[in-house]
């Protein structure tokens, strides 16, 4: 690193800082300044600039760097401000009220939590969630697609149309992608090869990052960062031992804006596993094949999966969408999304474990065994296929299954609600909440299909 360009930095910034407080998040603003400068001149100086002339530039460059401090400082204050007032509760002989009535009011016309939007109980009604999750007035009582009125029971109908039925899964992949080639629209600041001979296990994690892996048409696992800012603080940091190459992030500035896209290209040649987090950005997987386990992390993002054919799958998504198509298990397939929905197009898994705690799982084609639980929200599914028993569990929504088979067991139950079979069905057992027989002359596997609150409906 250049002394001479560090020493001309840290006289322009401290010129800059001398009539700022000293505090924690100033000087790590400091500091971020100063590793992003000194990167900005270093290259000028490669190029045939002086010392001087590229300190210069980088500061015309970067702009007015006052007004990032009076930014930084004005969100402390507000900080302050935020943990010295807090919420202002005022209980009177009127009644009760949070933040004015914002967050809560409690009076003699009723109970309103965010002005009603959450909650609402007065003179007209309840509702919750706008309406949208309970709502219950003079008109009837209306529970997510279910609407009990002075017509009977009622639910609101999928008016999408069943696309064509699938052909063979392996038709589906586009054989001719070109995977050497894809536009970033930012500079392309670091890429690195590595050879696979020894690699056993692929580890990569980032925390604030779009990210896509791809195959490669060579016989080298090769990572390419695409950034906002040219600052090796900012690049991977890579490391071999023990069989597993491991890919994290780089340094992410608190202060100074940075976008980061990165391309992991997998090779062919590398049949092992890989395991991939990104903390808060989008993740997409396409056109990967011959890994014997994937396990992806998302924490803040949604997550696309397409055309992906390996023996093991495993996708984790606290809060964002899960999409799969085209995906082929041989073994185990798990997908787990806290906080989102779930859709698999054209997806098989041997044994697949698929949980949604607060959303929906949708798709079209849908084959393989194991079980399908979402605990508030819908389930509306296409099966293809069965290799083993299916069981599809809603603690608080439909479910909704439709079989593209001729011979099955099934076994269809709703706590509160009804359930629907299929009109071609023998059946054992038929009332209005609880229905079980089967389809075709010869089953051999059976499909479940259980609400607690909600209905159950075989096609």
């Not at 709502?135 to 064509?164: C, H, P, Y």
């Not at 386990?293 to 055309?307: E, P």
Request: without cysteine.
């Amino acid at each position: 690193m250049n002394e001479k360009i560090i020493k001309l930095v840290n006289e322009k910034l401290n010129d800059i800082f001398e009539d700022y407080p000293k505090t924690a998040d100033i000087n790590e603003l400091a500091e971020e300044l100063q590793s992003d400068l000194v990167a900005s001149a270093e290259d000028k100086v490669s190029e045939g600039k002086s010392a001087e002339d590229a300190v210069k530039e980088s500061f015309v460059e970067f702009g007015d760097i006052t007004e990032l401090i009076d930014d930084v400082l004005s969100e402390n204050n507000d900080d302050s401000a935020a943990e010295d007032n807090g919420h202002r509760i005022d209980i009177n002989q009127s009644g009760i009220t949070i933040d004015g009535g914002d967050k809560l009011k409690i009076d003699k016309t009723g109970m309103f939590i965010n002005k009603g939007k959450s909650f609402k109980a007065d003179g007209s009604g309840v509702s919750i969630g706008d309406g949208k999750i309970f709502k219950a007035d003079e008109n009837g009582v209306k529970l997510g697609n279910m609407t009990i009125d002075g017509r009977g029971i009622n639910f609101d109908q999928n008016k999408e149309n069943v696309s064509e039925t699938f052909s063979k899964f392996d038709d589906q992949f586009d054989h001719s992608v070109d995977t050497e080639v894809y536009v970033e629209t930012l500079d392309l600041v670091n890429e690195q090869e590595f050879l696979v001979d020894d690699v056993e296990r692929l580890d990569i994690a980032y925390g604030s990052a779009t990210v896509r892996v791809l195959p490669s048409n060579g016989d080298k696992i090769i990572l390419r960062e695409y950034m906002s800012r040219n600052n090796p603080d900012y690049f991977a940091r890579t490391s071999f031992g023990s069989g597993t190459l491991r890919i994290n992030q780089g340094r992410y500035p608190r202060f100074l804006h940075l976008k980061i896209r990165v391309q992991i290209l997998i090779p062919s040649n590398f049949k092992n596993s890989m395991r991939i987090a990104n903390s808060s950005g989008q993740l997409y997987m396409n056109n990967i094949t011959g890994l014997d386990t994937i396990k992806a992390t998302i924490n803040s993002g949604n997550g696309y999966f397409k055309n992906i054919s390996v023996n093991n799958l495993s996708v984790s998504n606290h809060s964002g969408r899960i999409k799969l198509a085209n995906v082929k298990a041989n073994g185990d397939l798990q997908l787990d999304d806290h906080s989102g929905s779930l859709r698999v197009d054209n997806v098989f898994g041997s044994r697949f474990d698929i949980k949604a705690h607060s959303g929906s799982i949708r798709g079209e084609g849908l084959g393989g065994s194991g079980s399908l639980i979402t605990h508030s929200g819908t389930i509306a599914l296409n099966i293809t296929d069965l290799t083993g028993d299916i069981k599809a569990e809603s603690n608080s929504g439909t479910v909704k299954l439709t079989m593209l088979l001729n011979n099955y067991y099934f076994d269809l139950q709703a706590k509160n609600g009804i359930v629907k079979s299929p009109e071609n069905a023998i059946l054992k057992h038929d009332t209005v909440s609880f229905k079980d027989g089967q389809v075709g002359s010869d089953p051999m596997y059976k499909l479940e299909g259980k609400a607690s609150s909600g209905i159950v409906k075989l096609y």
